[in-house]
């Protein structure tokens, strides 16, 4: 149920579903887009980090656009282009209430949360997370917002959601209550378009939302 939006002989793009996590852990046994990658692609396996094709990642619960590379050549050019920020990364997400502001910039430093080891924090002993977001359409009780990753963090744009008070619809790790409207291993939060540029060539992906989606935003 992977769902390949680009390919080409150095990468590809594909949508990832929600409740599929982008690489092993030490205590997963489910298959992964890594595993997804190798099996396809033939990719060599290389290390015990099992990051093969995997440059950039979303959370288990997340679901959308990721880019894989499939040429080992190319793994430092994405690499880097990933940490220069020069990968433009926007992501939608339906939140519970409404942000105080249209628009805005979130930035508020991020790290691991004392009280629960699975979930990030706004501490200002953590590495700087700037989010930018903006609301594209409120209904009653909730707010359908588009963001822009600046950094990208650990669960930056759940945390920082959170931390307004707007958590993610269905993302009871970060406040928010179970929505029946949404798959269980599933939260509001999708990467919806990815532009980048590679060999001097220009590339832009979008994809639609979810159907849970439109169904909370009465779409």
Request: proline content about 3%; aromatic content about 8%.
């Given at each position: 149920n992977i769902e390949i939006v680009f390919e080409s002989n150095q990468f590809l793009v594909l949508n990832k579903p929600y409740g599929m996590l982008s690489h092993p852990t030490?205590?997963?046994k489910e298959i992964t887009v890594r595993d997804f990658l190798i099996n396809e692609y033939n990719l060599k396996t290389k290390d015990n980090n099992q990051r093969e094709g995997i440059v950039h990642r979303l959370d288990r619960v997340t679901s959308g656009l990721m880019v894989c590379v499939l040429d080992e050549n190319i793994f430092t050019y994405f690499q880097s282009q990933f940490k220069n920020r020069l990968i433009n990364k926007k992501y939608r997400a339906i939140v519970e209430g409404h942000?105080?502001?249209?628009?805005?910039e979130i930035n508020l430093p991020l790290a691991k949360s004392k009280k629960n080891r699975k979930k990030r924090e706004v501490n200002k002993t953590g590495r700087e997370a700037i989010t930018k977001f903006e609301i594209v359409k409120k209904t009653e009780k909730h707010a359908l917002l588009q963001l822009d990753l600046v950094t990208g963090r650990n669960h930056q744009i759940r945390a920082h959601l959170e931390h307004l008070k707007t958590p993610i619809?269905?993302?009871?790790?970060?406040?928010?209550k179970i929505h029946t409207n949404v798959p269980e291993n599933a939260i509001c939060l999708q990467s919806y378009y990815l532009s980048f540029t590679v060999n001097d060539k220009d590339y832009e992906f979008e994809i639609d939302m979810p159907e849970y989606f439109s169904s909370i935003m009465n779409m």
């Amino acid at each position: 149920n992977i769902e390949i939006v680009f390919e080409s002989n150095q990468f590809l793009v594909l949508n990832k579903p929600y409740g599929m996590l982008s690489h092993p852990t030490s205590h997963s046994k489910e298959i992964t887009v890594r595993d997804f990658l190798i099996n396809e692609y033939n990719l060599k396996t290389k290390d015990n980090n099992q990051r093969e094709g995997i440059v950039h990642r979303l959370d288990r619960v997340t679901s959308g656009l990721m880019v894989c590379v499939l040429d080992e050549n190319i793994f430092t050019y994405f690499q880097s282009q990933f940490k220069n920020r020069l990968i433009n990364k926007k992501y939608r997400a339906i939140v519970e209430g409404h942000p105080l502001t249209k628009s805005g910039e979130i930035n508020l430093p991020l790290a691991k949360s004392k009280k629960n080891r699975k979930k990030r924090e706004v501490n200002k002993t953590g590495r700087e997370a700037i989010t930018k977001f903006e609301i594209v359409k409120k209904t009653e009780k909730h707010a359908l917002l588009q963001l822009d990753l600046v950094t990208g963090r650990n669960h930056q744009i759940r945390a920082h959601l959170e931390h307004l008070k707007t958590p993610i619809v269905n993302d009871q790790l970060y406040g928010a209550k179970i929505h029946t409207n949404v798959p269980e291993n599933a939260i509001c939060l999708q990467s919806y378009y990815l532009s980048f540029t590679v060999n001097d060539k220009d590339y832009e992906f979008e994809i639609d939302m979810p159907e849970y989606f439109s169904s909370i935003m009465n779409m």
